[in-house]
């Protein structure tokens, strides 16, 4: 039986109806002409570059396709990924809700508990590797099925289970969202205290303290278990009232850090409309592999299958060479973990992944450090190496991969590395000692994809 406006469910409607109301927040009064067509008719004054100038579009489209009075409903599933414990998707699946709109208002939505919703999907679908070695969990199901670094496969097999599970709604979108975005809503809205609960909620602490208070502060505050998680329904409700008084300046920031979230992949589209889902593709908001890129790659894709929510604790960094002047390209990729906890305590253990690294079809492993017992694989147009790394408490390692490249990557040599959803601010640092010998590269914070021509 689903909770109305029950557990994180108000946190994960207002914020995605924020990310659509930040489509028209110039113009919230003239939805008689339409959303995007306004935002086509004043976009062009705005003082913002071209590449903003396009989102803002794309998102007005978006938001105009959901909100707009034409007598259709709209159904949408919301996915809330909690990227603490993180999955190739963004985050372990810990509630789901369904949002119906209707002439540009909410007409009912729900949330899901997935530790209830599960118990409802036959346990027929075997679990990926290496789920059943780590955590023992034998069947495949709805919180588990954002394991794709794609995030219109995970879409489609969310929507699979739902359905295993009896569910009979259908979708014109799937969303998912990171706890990030509570943290980029804070941000505008200031810190919150919340009645009958200690200390106030901000952009600094929020998700630590909210993830404490759900999981232990409950209990010595003498709250029932039932109902330890009402006090996301509280923030929620006061996050809505603020968003809904905020003034033109305030709707213009929060517009602004909702795009960084979508450009993070903080929040992922995916449509059934298809000329809407080519909208959100254009601007990079679906979450999507590239298959069609031909030249290097590079994308690693973490899953923590360990139960606790320790990659609050864990620190990575990439490093990648290449080098083109041997007969046949070689890269090296070094990717460290540092688990920063310095104990055991109810949120962390030591830490343990499934690393899986994508690389062009036609790449060959030729050694390895700390990546025992690997695992090949081809899907989404690119070969992945995949193995178990375990990082203990307070300690660090580094895992070392040498391959081989395609020969094929020395013409116009060029490089495209993708972010994974849910993971932000990852230090890349790039080599490439190019055919003649001369090096080039770059150092980044990895928040988006990048590509190594556009940074030239």
């Known amino acids: 039986m689903a909770k109305k406006y029950s557990l994180k469910f108000w946190f994960i409607f207002w914020t995605i109806s924020v990310v659509f109301l930040a489509g028209w927040y110039l113009f919230w009064n003239t939805r008689s002409q339409g959303i995007s067509q306004t935002v086509e008719n004043v976009i ?10 396009k989102e803002y579009q794309a998102l007005a489209t978006i938001g105009d396709f959901l909100l707009k009075s034409d007598g259709q409903e709209k159904t949408l599933l919301v996915l809330f990924q909690n990227n603490m414990e993180i999955r190739p998707g963004g985050g372990f699946i810990g509630a789901f809700g369904i949002v119906k709109l209707k002439d540009g208002k909410v007409v009912s939505m729900e949330t899901h508990d997935l530790s209830n919703f599960d118990a409802r999907i036959p346990d027929t679908v075997p679990a990926p590797y290496p789920m059943q070695q780590t955590l023992a969990v034998k069947a495949w199901k709805l919180r588990d099925s954002n394991y794709s670094p794609d995030f219109a496969v995970n ?60 999981e232990k502060a409950f209990e010595q505050q003498g709250i029932d278990r039932g109902e330890r998680k ?13 968003v ?46 590239d298959q069609n890129w031909n030249k290097d ?12 929510k320790s990659d609050y604790y864990v620190k990575r960094s990439m490093d990648y060479t290449v080098d083109l002047s041997k007969d046949v390209p070689t890269a090296k990729l070094k990717i460290t973990y540092e688990h920063t906890a310095q104990q055991k305590d109810w949120m962390t253990r030591d830490y343990t992944d499934y690393l899986r690294v994508y690389v062009p079809q036609g790449s060959w492993m030729a050694s390895q450090i700390n990546f025992d017992d690997t695992k090949f694989g081809s899907e989404l147009g ?19 991969i040498n391959y081989t490249l395609p020969q094929t990557v020395k013409d116009n040599y060029n490089l495209k590395i ?32 990048l590509v190594l021509s556009d940074l030239k």
């Open 230 to 242: 009402s006090v996301m329904s509280d923030l929620a409700k006061e996050i809505e009232k603020r």
């Open 418 to 449: 993708q972010k994974q959803a849910g993971l932000n601010d990852v230090p890349v640092a790039f080599h490439l000692i190019k055919e003649d010998g001369t090096l080039d590269g770059f150092s980044k914070a990895l928040n988006s994809d």
């Open 44 to 53: 062009g004054f705005l003082p913002i570059d071209v590449t903003a100038k």
């Open 155 to 214: 879409a489609a097999k969310a929507q699979e289970f739902y359905y295993m599970g009896d569910g009979r709604e259908q979708f014109d979108g799937v969303i998912g969202i990171t706890t990030n975005v509570l943290t980029s809503i804070l941000k505008i809205t200031g810190p919150i205290a919340i009645e009958g609960y200690p200390g106030t909620y901000d952009s600094n602490n929020a998700v630590l303290s909210l993830e404490y208070q759900v």
């Open 297 to 308: 790659y590079l994308m690693i894709s973490d899953a923590n299958l360990g139960s606790f």
């Open 244 to 289: 809904f008084a905020f003034s033109v300046s305030q709707k213009i920031e929060l517009a602004k850090i909702l795009l960084e979230d979508l450009n993070k992949k903080d929040i992922q589209l995916n449509f059934k409309d298809k000329n809407l889902q080519k909208v959100a593709s254009a601007a990079q908001w679906t979450g999507a592999v």
């Open 382 to 400: 690119k070969k992945y190496f995949g193995a178990i790394v375990r990082v203990p408490i307070g300690t660090s390692k580094t895992v070392e």
